[in-house]
C-alpha cells in the first residue's frame, strides 16, 4: 500500500495531480459503461420519462441516467478513499458522512419520482429532511462576506434558514435546468471546474491548511469526469436524461460543495465563487417564481418558459441553444474566478461589466421580458400553448 500511497501523495500527505487525474478517468469510464447498462434496461422495460413539460424534444426517452452517474459517483469516491488516506480520514468527518447522506436521501428521491412521478409537496419535503440532516452537522451559512462593504454575520436561526434555502434553492435550480439535452450536465460540469480550479488556487495559497480544501477538489474531480462520461450518452440528440434521480443528486452536491468552499475561505468573495457562476441556473429559476406567481399558479408546477424554451423560441436549433446557454455560464465561470483571483481591487468593475453582457445577451432572446406577466394571470397556459 506504501507504493500507492507514494503516487497519489506527497511524503507531506498533500494530493498528487496524480490522484485527480485518476479519479477523473475513473469516473468518466465507469459512468459511460454503467450509463450504457442503464439504457439498455431502460429500454427493454420500456422505462420512459413523460414527454413534454419542460423537456423539449417530443421523444419518448428513458430518464433514469442518474441511477448510472450516482453508482458512479459513489464507486469513484471509494476508490479515492482506498488510494490516499487523507482523503479517507476527511470523507468519515461528520460534516461529510452528513453530505453523503443527504446525497443518499436526494438521489434515491429523484429516482422514485422518475419511476413514480411524485408530486412537488414530497418532494420538497424529503429535500427539506436532507437539507436539515446536512445543517444538523455544521455545513451552514453563518455569515455572507463581499467585495465592497463589511461582513454580514447572521443570528444562528437566521444562518440556518438561509443555508435550507440555499440548498433547496440550488438543488431544484439545477434539476430545473435539465429541460435540453446535454444542458445540466453542462452546466454542472463548468461550475464544477470553477469550484476545483478555486480550490486549488486556495490550496497554494495556503498550503499548511490544505486539508480542508480535501472535499471540495476531490469531488469536484469525480463530478467532471462522471458528467462527461454521461453527455456521451446525453448530448443532442440524448438517448437519455439524468431525470430528477441525477439532477437533484448533482444539484444538492453543488450547493453543499458551495457551502463547504465558503466555510473554509476567508476571502471576501468565498460564497460569491460559487454564486455567480451558479447564476445561470439561479435566474432561471427566479423568474420562473415570479412568472408563475404573477399568474396565480403553482410556482412549483414545471412549464415550458424556461431560459432555454425562450432561446429556442428565437429561432436557435436546439444544440446551438445549448451551446449559447454553454457560453453564458463559462462566462458567469470565468468572471467567478476573476473576482477570486483579484478579490476585492477589480471586483465591481467585472460584475459591472458582466452585469451589462449577461443582461444585453438575455434581453436579445427575451428572456427579460416577465413585466408583462402581472397583466396576464390566468392566461399563462394559453400563452404557452401559443408559444409552443
Not at 454542472?188 to 480544501?213: D, G, K, M, W
Not at 462527461?228 to 441525477?246: E, Q, V
Request: proline residues 4%; hydrophobic residues 55%; charged residues 10%.
Amino acid at each position: 500500500m506504501s507504493k500507492i500511497y507514494a503516487l497519489f501523495s506527497t511524503p507531506q500527505g498533500e494530493i498528487k495531480p496524480a490522484l485527480y487525474a485518476a479519479l477523473f478517468v475513473f469516473a468518466l469510464v465507469s459512468t459511460w459503461l454503467l450509463t450504457k447498462l442503464v439504457l439498455a434496461f431502460a429500454l427493454k422495460k420500456k422505462l420512459f420519462g413523460p414527454v413534454g413539460g419542460r423537456h423539449v424534444g417530443g421523444r419518448q426517452i428513458p430518464r433514469l441516467g442518474g441511477v448510472a452517474l450516482i453508482v458512479s459517483f459513489a464507486l469513484t469516491a471509494a476508490l479515492a478513499a482506498f488510494l490516499h488516506p487523507g482523503v479517507a480520514r476527511e470523507f468519515m468527518q461528520p460534516q461529510t458522512i452528513a453530505i453523503f447522506a443527504g446525497l443518499l436521501i436526494v438521489g434515491a428521491l429523484g429516482v422514485v419520482d422518475d419511476l413514480l412521478q411524485l408530486n412537488w409537496a414530497t418532494k420538497f419535503v424529503f429535500q427539506i429532511i436532507a437539507s436539515c440532516l446536512v445543517i444538523g452537522n455544521g455545513v451552514i451559512i453563518a455569515k455572507i462576506t463581499n467585495p465592497f462593504g463589511p461582513t454580514l454575520d447572521f443570528y444562528p436561526w437566521m444562518a440556518v434558514a438561509f443555508t435550507l434555502i440555499w440548498l433547496v434553492g440550488i438543488t431544484n435550480a439545477i434539476n430545473l435546468s435539465d429541460g435540453l439535452d446535454g444542458l445540466c450536465g453542462g452546466i454542472i460540469f463548468i461550475v464544477a471546474v470553477v469550484i476545483f480550479t478555486n480550490s486549488q488556487i486556495l490550496t497554494h495559497a495556503r498550503p499548511e491548511q490544505f486539508t480542508l480544501f480535501i472535499f471540495p477538489s476531490v469531488v469536484c474531480a469525480i463530478v467532471l469526469g462522471a458528467v462527461l462520461g454521461f453527455l456521451r450518452y446525453n448530448f443532442y440528440p440524448a438517448k437519455i436524461f439524468l431525470g430528477d434521480g441525477g439532477a437533484l443528486f448533482l444539484g444538492f452536491l453543488v450547493a453543499c460543495m458551495a457551502i463547504r468552499s465558503s466555510q473554509i475561505s476567508a476571502t471576501s468573495v468565498a460564497l460569491l465563487v460559487p454564486l455567480i457562476a451558479l447564476g445561470l441556473p439561479i435566474l432561471d429559476t427566479t423568474l420562473a417564481f415570479l412568472r408563475r406567481t404573477a399568474r396565480r399558479g403553482n410556482p412549483f408546477q414545471s412549464d415550458a418558459q424556461h431560459i432555454h424554451h425562450k432561446i429556442m423560441y428565437s429561432g436557435l436549433t436546439h444544440p446551438e441553444t445549448v451551446l449559447v446557454l454553454y457560453g453564458f455560464c463559462l462566462l458567469l465561470g470565468l468572471a467567478a474566478l476573476a473576482l477570486s483571483l483579484r478579490s476585492n481591487q477589480y471586483a465591481g468593475l467585472i460584475l459591472v461589466v458582466l452585469t451589462i453582457i449577461i443582461l444585453l445577451g438575455f434581453k436579445k432572446f427575451g428572456v427579460l421580458d416577465v413585466t408583462r406577466l402581472w397583466g396576464v394571470r390566468r392566461r399563462g397556459e394559453t400563452e404557452d400553448k401559443e408559444e409552443k
